[in-house]
């Protein structure tokens, strides 16, 4: 029997498959591609077309400075950036995570009691209605011109969208999940940590992503009004001095602090929630 011809019938299967894994692979290496290059044209285009308004209309640099003057006060002034680029980031991330601890644990409060989800669902709604310039003045008024009121500004930015979505992701659960848990006697405490907990992360960590954002205005917000360092307080020395180049280096250091904290959170939710599929951020 020739040994050769057995095996024949099986080769094309197998060849097949290869190939179907290889063009897999290769779609999957275009997406990637894709998901960085994109980002990188839209900020080109975004530098070109900024260079060529200020080149084109011949704008004074006191007013809009080019993106090459940026880059070089970037350069020469980065001690003064730096310096008070950390004071900045110590108010956001403390405002983050003092306003996502907060909204969770109001959020497992109105999952469990109604009663008070009914009562105080409106109040946080009517906070967040409020302007966050004017809530400023009153925490300083209130804490006084240190740190404090910064990180309370922070939280307040970044309280509601978790709240909202903590809450909509703890009611979430499968229902068939939530009433198979009752019927084996699972407590509400095991309820909360062994299937809501794990159906809000998503919804969670939408949220998180929003406030990483939010609280960086927040700080710079809160410097705005009552500060000596921080970019908020840069920006405003920078403006009365009219020193543009400055002025939008300040800018572009918030921009980055802002997009670092948010790939922070995004790297954290590709190796937590590892159930979902993840689309390019």
Same mark, same amino acid.
């Given at each position: 029997m020739n040994t050769s011809t057995l095996h024949t019938p099986l080769a094309a299967p197998e060849i097949e498959t290869d190939a179907g894994a290889l063009a897999h692979r290769a779609?999957?290496?275009? $997406?990637?591609?894709?998901?960085?290059?994109?980002?990188?044209?839209?900020?080109?285009?975004? &530098?070109?077309?900024?260079? =060529?308004?200020?080149?084109g209309l011949n704008v004074k640099p006191f007013i809009a400075p080019s993106p090459f003057l940026v880059l070089e006060t970037l350069?020469?002034?980065?001690?003064?950036l730096l310096d008070n680029l950390i004071p900045t980031a110590l108010e956001a991330a403390g405002g983050?995570?003092?306003?996502?601890?907060?909204?969770?644990?109001?959020?497992?409060? @109105?999952?469990?009691?109604?009663?008070?989800?009914? %009562?105080? @669902?409106?109040v946080a709604l009517i906070f967040n209605a409020i302007p966050v310039v004017a809530e400023a003045p009153v925490l300083v008024l209130i804490m006084g011109n240190g740190v404090e009121p910064?990180?309370?500004?922070? =939280?307040l930015v970044?309280?509601?969208?978790? &709240?909202?979505?903590?809450?909509?992701?703890?009611?979430?659960a499968n229902p068939q999940?939530?009433?198979?848990?009752?019927?084996? #006697?699972?407590? $509400?405490?095991?309820? /909360?940590? $062994? &299937?809501? &907990? /794990?159906? #809000?992360?998503?919804?969670?960590?939408? !949220?998180?992503?929003?406030? !990483?954002?939010? #609280?960086?205005?927040?700080?710079?917000?809160?410097?705005?009004?009552? =500060?000596t360092r921080? %970019?908020?307080a840069l920006i405003i020395q920078a403006t009365y001095n009219f020193d543009s180049a400055l002025l939008y280096s300040a800018i572009v250091?918030?921009?980055?602090? #802002?997009?670092?904290?948010?790939?922070?959170?995004?790297?954290l939710e590709r190796a937590i929630v590892r159930w979902q599929p993840h689309q390019g951020h």
């Open positions: 779609r999957m290496q275009r $997406k990637l591609w894709r998901t960085r290059l994109m980002p990188a044209l839209g900020v080109f285009v975004l &530098l070109f077309g900024w260079w =060529a308004i200020v080149t350069y020469a002034k980065r001690a003064i983050f995570l003092l306003g996502n601890l907060v909204a969770i644990v109001m959020a497992t409060i @109105f999952v469990h009691n109604k009663t008070l989800h009914e %009562i105080f @669902f409106p910064k990180i309370a500004i922070a =939280a970044c309280f509601f969208p978790t &709240l909202v979505n903590m809450v909509r992701g703890l009611d979430a999940a939530l009433e198979l848990m009752r019927v084996l #006697s699972a407590s $509400k405490t095991e309820v /909360f940590f $062994k &299937l809501r &907990l /794990f159906s #809000s992360l998503p919804y969670l960590f939408s !949220a998180l992503r929003i406030a !990483a954002s939010m #609280s960086v205005i927040g700080a710079v917000v809160g410097e705005w009004i009552g =500060a921080g %970019i908020g250091m918030s921009a980055c602090l #802002s997009g670092s904290f948010f790939l922070i959170i995004a790297v």
